[in-house]
């Protein structure tokens, strides 16, 4: 499994371990890589993908989307088809309760399903999220929501397991 | 201005109440009303329209989607284009930081600017929004919440001001 | 698998019959249902479920929202988790090409997220959909579109397969 | 008025001509760019803006993402709030009728909402699309949909002079 992240603060960092936490307390195999640094082959070799950003002004980070395309077009994955049945899932973090974090995580959730991965949620919500507070108040990641995280990585993993064949 | 608003728990009772308390504090002449009761004559007298829901299943009330789509075809608005040009906002409760208050504050906009209306939103975000806790620890709405609820409905009479001939 | 829809002029349940019929080429036991008639017993038996509706001002119609909320309450499927990890997908129709299919697609894949279904979409795509006329100029749903609805059809019932223990 | 946009073929540019021919026909004052060639002082200048941006892998182009974030931070518009009250609009192609469109203009809306702009949208939907047909069938942008992006042009101007003080 691959978990992928943007992060600046290292709140998306600390989302992105606990999602490897959970899928590696099902076995899983986990590679956990900053998006700059995920190769074809990490693309190729990873039954399971996990994607997390940081809010930027209401939406997806430009590094996560830059990411997406790339990876159609850049890898090659697009016409290959090489990430179809897939499981995938998200995770994001954002200062305040309801200042994008929905849509940024519905942003990388649209992104691979048009790979025609299958996109695994938390029961309840679009994906893991945190909200970390304002920078002058910044309280960071907090354990509900690492521990709402690594039910991801665990449930991702469980569903990657299947869609095996 | 109107303020028409679904409540079961009244939380968004308590958001739309800050809403049209901002908006008076504008001078605005507010009517604040439970969305099964908002009129023909409410909705043509309105020069600005606040919107608020709860989350149910992660999205907007059955109730005020119904609503949207009554006021379209019952009422006779989408024909008379009778809502056009004017000033709309919206606002949500959800019990946790993430679990659809954006969507569901998405689903009310998108309805309202099918109508042609102009929509006004809280700098930084989508609309006005309460995280109220989740049934065993119920928190309700909060003062800061209240105060950006405020922020919202004064914004939304100075825009409908401007926007009226 | 159970196809349920709701549909007033017959598009959508077209694209119902093309869903079931894909996933019937792939040797699924069907049922297609008017939404008002789904019952509990149907929902427990499903292995995937495909969920379809009109675009109704900009989003889905209420007759499906309404579905999402009483499946979870009324069924009792939202406390029982009796749907999670079962494969979901969606399919709307819409007079216009972008008059709201992708939000009333995004509403029904946000409701059967929230039970912990997985979802599973076309290539390229949310789900699948039909752009079929303003009322002057009504053209129904082509032969390109019922197509992808039993491409569709087909994969939900090849991953629903797979998630089945 | 300014009209931003991103356009690789031309298809997002011929939608970005369009707009702005709209709003001169209400006497306003236009400057069409390129995304990337847009500067502090257009952003300032303008008292309306519309945004434009091709379909990438279902979502905005990078191009476009990446402008919104540089405004508010690299030409630091978010803490100015030098962009609040402004009037908006956004515009959108993409090859297929539900291929990402809608989450495209979402994006942009939600992106030019967080600096406290009005959203000014064409009767029934939420942009200016078009719809320009796969690589292989290239069919570029039709007399209706430069129609709409004309109308759209002409009724963000009209907002935006009442806006303006």
């Known amino acids: 499994m ?7 603060t290292g709140n998306t960092e600390s989302m992105a371990e606990a999602v490897a936490e959970g899928a590696r307390s099902e076995d899983a195999d986990v590679v956990v890589k900053r998006i700059g640094d995920v190769t074809k082959a990490d693309l190729e070799a990873a ?3 996990a994607l997390g950003s940081p809010v930027h002004m209401g939406d997806v980070a430009v590094e996560v ?6 990876w159609a077009y850049g890898k090659g994955f697009w016409r290959s088809r090489g990430l179809e049945n897939k499981a995938c899932a998200v995770f994001a973090t954002g200062g305040a ?4 974090k929905e ?3 519905l942003s990388m959730a649209l992104g691979l399903l048009q790979y025609g991965m299958v ?3 938390p029961y309840g919500g679009l994906g ?3 909200t970390t507070g304002v920078p002058e108040h910044e309280k960071g990641v907090g354990e509900h929501e690492l521990s709402e995280a690594r039910g991801l990585g665990a449930r991702l993993a469980r569903v990657a397991l299947r869609l095996r064949e």
Do not use: H, K, W
């Not at 989307?65 to 790339?70: K, P």
């Open 2 to 8: 691959l978990v992928a992240y943007f992060s600046q």
């Open 47 to 49: 039954d399971g993908i």
């Open 65 to 70: 989307r830059s990411a997406l395309v790339d």
């Open 97 to 100: 309760p309801s200042n994008g």
């Open 103 to 105: 849509f940024t995580m």
């Open 119 to 121: 996109l695994v949620t």
């Open 128 to 130: 893991a999220s945190a």
